[in-house]
């Protein structure tokens, strides 16, 4: 059952869905250049890279839900100047720049939104809240597309922002009605301030090994993952020669077996170590990489994403969960913002790897191959580090 905060973040998350698939299609259509195409994706996460530390120093010295409501209101005004503004060759630089605007503020938000769930729910419900949101994103990722295509079978692309808009819009509403009391003191903030608090955030998960060391394991997951996920379109048409109209009916297996995982991670998370947990749904990711080259027929291949989909997705919410529970409050959101640049730094990486691997090669096989390598070597080092810090807090104890 959606919460004012699950709903809120369903809303928020639809939005920046729909802003990513929006601009593009209209990029697209006035410069028909696939390369200023690929640019305005790139500036897409781009904030995630380099926006996403500060975004924790400021969910960290200021009133969460106040940052969150005020990201939310400018991305809904931003949304209305995409409708606003004259759609032609002269003035895509303006809609690339308003749809990095709202990547920005996207970026802001997670880390502020994981360090506020603490805060309005007790420990024990925190793994519900988590396997919620890793349900919310899933379902979206399944309708974004669905929902872009049927909209625009009846109404001008410029419309689609408004929608955007509004949706926004509607996730401020939620978000005021959350009742929320801030417990910390507003402190002064300034350039020293940040760079200071930006150190004691990546100081904090340097010194917790547990944490540096799966964040560094996402590193590797995440790279194995994408080499594969950002051909994947690619994957469906040239391998298997599905026509594109057919290719978003396997996505959509894929997306339910994310929605399965987040669901049954409430299951195991409290029953098994978080480690054992992460540990094997790791295996299984890199396993199912390996057996990707088997598979015969698209759907085969969709089943097993789905498969890998599922794992990962227990893997996010266990993390979560964990993360949120052994981190203090006051330094949550740059936990966050710091864990999560790590695992993202790969992921530009990977695409342009397994990009020019398939240039050169032209065979599927190798990234397939790439992706397991990677993930299980990911898997070596973290159980590797991990066993070495068990044995030096055994001996620290006797």
């Not at 380099?50 to 106040?66: Q, S």
């Not at 949304?79 to 990095?100: D, H, K, Q, R, S």
């Not at 391998?239 to 594109?244: A, D, L, P, T």
């Not at 794992?311 to 203090?328: A, D, H, L, M, P």
Request: net charge positive.
């Amino acid at each position: 059952m959606l919460t004012k905060l699950t709903f809120s973040y369903l809303n928020t998350s639809s939005g920046y869905w729909l802003t990513s698939f929006l601009v593009p299609l209209i990029i697209l259509d006035l410069t028909h250049s696939a390369f200023i195409v690929s640019v305005s994706s790139a500036l897409n996460i781009l904030p995630y890279i380099l926006i996403t530390p500060f975004a924790g120093v400021l969910g960290d010295h200021f009133n969460r839900k106040i940052v969150i409501m005020s990201g939310e209101l400018v991305c809904s005004f931003t949304a209305v100047l995409l409708f606003a503004i004259p759609y032609n060759e002269a003035t895509y630089p303006i809609i690339i720049t308003l749809g990095f605007i709202i990547s920005v503020f996207s970026s802001i938000h997670h880390p502020v939104f994981q360090a506020l769930i603490p805060e309005l729910y007790k420990e024990d419900k925190i793994k519900n809240v988590n396997s919620q949101v890793s349900m919310i994103d899933s379902f979206v990722s399944i309708i974004a597309p669905v929902s872009i295509g049927v909209i625009l079978m009846g109404l001008d692309k410029r419309y689609l922002s408004l929608l955007i808009s509004f949706i926004y819009f509607i996730s401020f509403v939620t978000i005021v009605m959350v009742d929320y009391k801030n417990k910390r003191a507003n402190s002064k903030f300034g350039f020293k301030i940040i760079m200071v608090s930006l150190h004691e955030g990546i100081n904090y998960v340097a010194v917790n090994k547990s944490l540096r060391n799966i964040a560094a394991l996402f590193f590797f997951v995440n790279f194995g993952i994408r080499v594969v996920f950002s051909n994947l379109i690619w994957i469906f048409a040239v391998v298997y020669g599905i026509h594109e109209d057919k290719i978003p009916l396997y996505f959509i297996t894929i997306g339910l077996g994310a929605i399965v995982g987040a669901k049954g991670a409430t299951l195991v998370i409290g029953r098994y170590s978080d480690v054992l947990i992460i540990s094997v749904c790791t295996a299984i990711i890199a396993l199912c990489s390996l057996l990707f080259a088997f598979a015969k027929t698209p759907m085969e291949l969709s089943i097993m994403l789905a498969v890998s989909s599922m794992v990962q997705s227990i893997i996010i919410v266990t993390f979560f969960t964990y993360r949120q529970k052994i981190t203090e409050i006051n330094i949550l959101s740059r936990v966050v913002a710091v864990t999560r640049l790590i695992s993202y730094l790969s992921i530009p990486f990977a695409a342009l790897v397994s990009g020019r691997l398939l240039i050169d090669s032209e065979s599927v096989l190798n990234i397939y191959i790439m992706s397991a390598l990677t993930i299980a070597l990911g898997l070596c080092v973290f159980l590797f580090f991990h066993r070495k810090s068990a044995c030096r807090t055994t001996k620290a104890s006797v």
